[in-house]
């Protein structure tokens, strides 16, 4: 889908391409990618290359346009993993600046509320636009690495009490959302720093918007990192519970095997044809029977005491 704004806010949608204008593009078609490259004349391999998944983040100069691609936080249902990253490229144009992502985010203002679209309205130059995506990017980043934290608590209450495996592949894709964004943000870092140093950007940089996202970026690093050390821990601390529920249950099942096989073994001798002193007596079932359940009481109460149960 390719849309058009007047401003970088996204507040006031154009038919047509203006001087100065916003171009967002989400999940373009073949039939869009084709008048990317030819209305807007953006070059093949630079669309293939922000399509690409597995995109580094980078910045790129030419002559007549320059390009940002950067990492950002989506949500993902793909294999049990909640969350990824995806690039998203900013296409710096003489004429025009343009966004292409593969899916609907919470980084770009479009389709974001009010409150989150006004803090791009007083922006007027496309370096502290890019500024700003860097800090939203933070922002979710953030947000998301909370919601892993609450999903991984969840996980460890199941896992106290498991002997299967499956939250433990829960706790492993959790760890490889962390891996994910650890990787995109460090990069992201990298091109904030490339973006301040480069020469061809002559633009004045907001250096108190620079500073937020570089502190936003990095307050998300940290936390991604502090949760990776937690699960890397908790995954080798929880296979060692799960192995000791399991010695548990088998230890539990081995008792009550012993049990049974008292009054089986009771039941065995007196039921062989041999002559025994209760063979003609009425009581001899009634009394063989409590025989065996006192026996087994008492076999209870034994592990009892040695707190085997």
Not at 209 to 237: R, T
Request: net charge negative; proline share 4%; hydrophobic share 45%.
């Amino acid at each position: 889908m390719i849309t058009i704004f007047k401003t970088f806010g996204g507040y006031v949608e154009i038919p047509e391409m203006e001087k100065g204008c916003w171009i967002n593009v989400i999940q373009p078609t073949q039939a869009e990618i084709l008048r990317l490259s030819e209305e807007f004349k953006l070059p093949s391999d630079t669309i293939n290359d922000i399509l690409d998944a597995d995109e580094r983040p980078r910045v790129e100069f030419d002559d007549d346009w320059s390009l940002v691609i950067m990492r950002i936080p989506v949500e993902s249902s793909n294999n049990g993993v909640p969350f990824h990253t995806i690039p998203l490229g900013i296409y710096l144009a003489e004429d025009f600046t343009l966004t292409l992502c593969l899916q609907n985010n919470e980084i770009l203002p479009t389709s974001q509320p009010l409150s989150v679209r006004e803090q791009y309205r007083q922006i007027t130059d496309v370096v502290n636009f890019i500024l700003r995506l860097f800090l939203r990017s933070g922002s979710v980043y953030l947000k998301y690495l909370k919601q892993i934290n609450h999903m991984t608590s969840q996980i460890e209450q199941d896992l106290e009490k498991s002997i299967k495996n499956r939250e433990l592949n829960k706790l492993l894709k959790m760890e490889k959302c962390l891996v994910y964004f650890i990787t995109s943000i460090k990069a992201n870092e990298i091109v904030l720093a490339k973006l301040r140093n480069a020469k061809k950007i002559t633009t004045e940089i907001n250096e108190d918007l620079f500073e937020d996202a570089l502190i936003e970026n990095k307050q998300a690093l940290e936390m991604a990192q502090i949760y990776s050390d937690i699960q890397s821990g908790m995954m080798d601390a929880f296979a060692s519970v799960i192995s000791n529920n399991l010695n548990v249950v088998m230890k539990q099942l081995t008792l009550i095997s012993i049990i049974l096989m008292i009054p089986t073994l009771i039941a065995s001798v007196f039921g062989m044809n041999v002559p025994n002193f209760m063979e003609n007596s009425n009581w001899a079932l009634p009394l063989i029977i409590l025989f065996s359940l006192g026996l087994s009481i008492l076999g209870v109460a034994i592990f009892r005491k040695r707190q085997w149960f």
